[in-house]
T-cell receptor, first 116, second 113 residues
Framework: DGGITQSPKYLFRKEGQNVTLSCEQN?????MYWYRQDPGQGLRLIYY???????QKGDIAEGYSVSREKKESFPLTVTSAQKNPTAFYLC???????????????FGPGTRLTVL | AQSVTQLDSQVPVFEEAPVELRCNYS??????LFWYVQYPNQGLQLLLK??????LVKSINGFEAEFNKSQTSFHLRKPSVHISDTAEYFC???????????FGPGTSLSVIP
């Protein structure tokens, strides 16, 4: 089955530690995204990548870093510079309408990060 | 700049009653419109979308939304809700392909038995 996987589902880290969240997709999508969701709030875009080896900052990129070395993978690192990293992190991918897709985003199940 | 407004943050409704979740957007150009649903502790799933053509779009589980260009709205409706419809609903817009998706703040639908 095609889809997006995120691991782990729950992650606990001590304050000051960097942590990397995994996101893998087998949908052959060009574009991938990372969002942060806080309780009672909508989604805020952290980083996105429209093609391998290229990515752009979203609205709240400070304290985060990403890489896009393979089409299937878009890992997110939450660094110690992120002041309030406890949140639910969602990865998504999409295929543009102009490439036969429909611009709809396919989401992974999310990773809940808790910093102690 | 584009923006999406969902005026109702929480909507409680009794089972089998109708519901409307409101979504308004601002954009000076044509957009594609989406509704996503999120169940607790899960990712978002596409509920329905409007790309072009008929302004009334329907999902397989009884939801429908109507694109109204003059009112810049894309309200979501269901004539009779079930307990299983309890979830967070997000409206989203995208200007063109390769553009960022703009999500609304979400509406929490609670279906009361």
């Amino acid at each position: 089955d095609g889809g997006i996987t995120q691991s782990p589902k729950y992650l606990f880290r001590k304050e000051g530690q960097n942590v990397t969240l995994s996101c893998e997709q087998n949908l052959n999508h060009d574009a991938m995204y990372w969002y942060r969701q806080d309780p009672g709030q909508g989604l805020r875009l952290i980083y996105y990548s429209q093609i391998v080896n290229d990515f752009q900052k979203g609205d709240i990129a400070e304290g985060y870093s990403v890489s896009r070395e393979k089409k299937e993978s878009f890992p997110l690192t939450v660094t110690s510079a992120q002041k309030n990293p406890t949140a639910f992190y969602l990865c998504a991918s999409s295929s543009p309408l102009t490439s036969g897709g429909a611009d709809e985003q396919f989401f992974g199940p999310g990773t809940r990060l808790t910093v102690l | 700049a584009q923006s999406v407004t969902q005026l109702d943050s929480q909507v409680p409704v009794f089972e089998e009653a109708p519901v409307e979740l409101r979504c308004n957007y601002s954009s000076s150009v044509s957009v594609y419109l989406f509704w996503y649903v999120q169940y607790p502790n899960q990712g978002l799933q596409l509920l329905l979308k409007y790309l072009s053509g008929s302004t009334l779009v329907k999902s397989i589980n009884g939801f429908e939304a109507e694109f109204n260009k003059s009112q810049t709205s894309f309200h979501l409706r269901k004539p009779s809700v079930h307990i299983s419809d309890t979830a967070e609903y997000f409206c989203a817009v995208i200007k063109t392909s390769y553009d960022k998706v703009i999500f609304g703040p979400g509406t929490s639908l609670s279906v009361i038995p």
